[in-house]
């Protein structure tokens, strides 16, 4: 049995309020950004610990084995560098900007809707990834995203990703579908059994299924929307309003809903199909040929840290083949360091379930970002809607 499959019911719950805010990035590299961001100094050197180190930190990303007796990746890093790590568990995106906002905190592992705000704040440092030896490992795919990237500077440490597939239970939908169309259209023999994930920044799955769909729209990056683009997408979410089932953002009722048949299929986790498996479930996931969006998270580093050693200790700690396999076994995701799928079967197995290290299943992944006025796509004659706008939409869109 695969860990994923045996993950923490405290943990998925979690991971449901984590992901519920997530953001990240378009698949391809951003070469420079081009949003304005404070210039803030990066570490030249790394010293002696200070002693300790505070994380602001989602459900499974920093376990001492109080938690999981088998999960216990704290109290070497503690042995080995004296640094003590004192953690506090988030529950959003917008809680853990604003506990970082304190001073209080050196570290957070942040989604790349948080990441945005952060850097765009002067909240957070650029990282010096030479500092980081493990940071080499880390997949390709991963580095100068736009969530962790701008006007060439590195904000943060990669520490796992994975895609919003299309679950469905094969007894309800017994032929494998490739595309997300039963899941929009008006028409679908699903209606009424289709899952749709609730937050705003789920418009951003109905812009993928439009690039690919009305191209004539002109959106190559669903999460650069101009009012036009946004009112298209609106457009569709309402109509999928009228056959949909259900809206989750609570993983432990999704899997209650797809394997027991209430819901025929919808948007999903990999890690919800792992668990609706393992608890005999009919079900499995695919990735539509119009491709998905999906999510990202980065270990950043407070701007006025005061205990910068401990926090560069701790990022190259967490980022060793070691520690990332576990991080991303326990919490169900791919890992960032591509060394974390060698060294044993279940590593192999987990780096394959997830695509860990498949690069041309990720280009068809658009990595969830913070939607802002400056259009991500490159375009500079267009204004393009921001979060605020979405989440107003997404009122409406549900009534």
């Known amino acids: ?50 002693g300790e180190v505070n994380i602001i930190a989602w459900a499974g990303f920093v376990e001492d084995g109080s938690t999981n007796p088998e999960a216990d990746w704290v109290s070497e890093f503690e ?6 790590v004192n953690r506090k568990v988030g529950a959003t995106s917008d809680e853990m900007v604003q506990l970082m906002r304190t001073g209080e905190y050196d570290l957070v592992s942040a989604s790349g809707d948080a990441s945005l705000r952060l850097i765009a704040g002067g909240d957070v440092a650029p990282i010096n990834t030479d500092l980081i030896p493990n940071f080499g490992n880390i997949v390709d795919g991963l580095k100068g995203q736009i969530y962790d990237t701008l006007n060439g500077k590195s904000y943060g440490v990669p520490i796992g990703r994975g895609a919003n597939v299309l679950m469905y239970n094969t007894e309800a939908v017994p032929e494998a579908p490739d595309s997300w169309e039963a899941t929009w259209d008006p028409s679908s023999e699903y209606a009424g059994e289709i899952m749709a994930y609730d937050s705003p920044i789920f418009i951003a799955d109905a812009a993928v299924y439009l690039m690919a769909t009305q191209p004539e729209l002109g959106i190559t990056n669903p999460y650069a929307l101009d009012k036009e683009q946004l009112a298209a997408a609106v457009e569709l979410l309402k109509g999928q309003n009228e056959i949909a089932g259900e809206y989750w953002n609570d993983a432990l009722k999704a899997v209650s809903s797809i394997s027991s048949g209430t819901a025929a299929l919808g948007t999903g986790w990999q890690v919800i199909v792992n668990i609706a498996q393992a608890d005999g479930g009919t079900v499995e996931s695919v990735l539509p040929k119009e491709g998905a969006t999906g999510w990202s998270d980065t270990w950043m580093l407070a701007a006025e840290t005061e205990n910068p050693n401990c926090a560069y200790k701790w990022m190259d700690w967490a980022s060793s083949a070691e520690v990332n396999a576990q991080i991303a076994q326990n919490f169900g995701m791919a890992p960032a360091n591509a060394l974390a799928c060698e060294g044993s079967t279940k590593n192999e197995e987990h780096c394959a379930t997830f695509h860990a290290t498949d690069e041309e299943y990720y280009k068809q992944v658009w990595m969830w970002t913070t939607p802002v006025e400056e259009c991500i796509d490159g375009r500079t004659d267009a204004t393009c809607t921001n979060y605020q706008e979405w989440t107003k939409a997404w009122t409406e869109i549900k009534g």
């Open 1 to 50: 049995m695969k860990i994923t499959k045996a993950l923490p019911l405290a943990v998925l719950a979690s991971l449901s309020l984590a992901l519920t805010a997530c953001g990240g990035s378009a698949p391809t590299p951003a070469a420079s950004g081009g949003i304005e961001v404070p210039d803030i100094p990066a570490a030249t050197e790394v010293g002696e610990g200070e």
């Open 79 to 84: 042995d080995q560098t004296g640094c003590v």
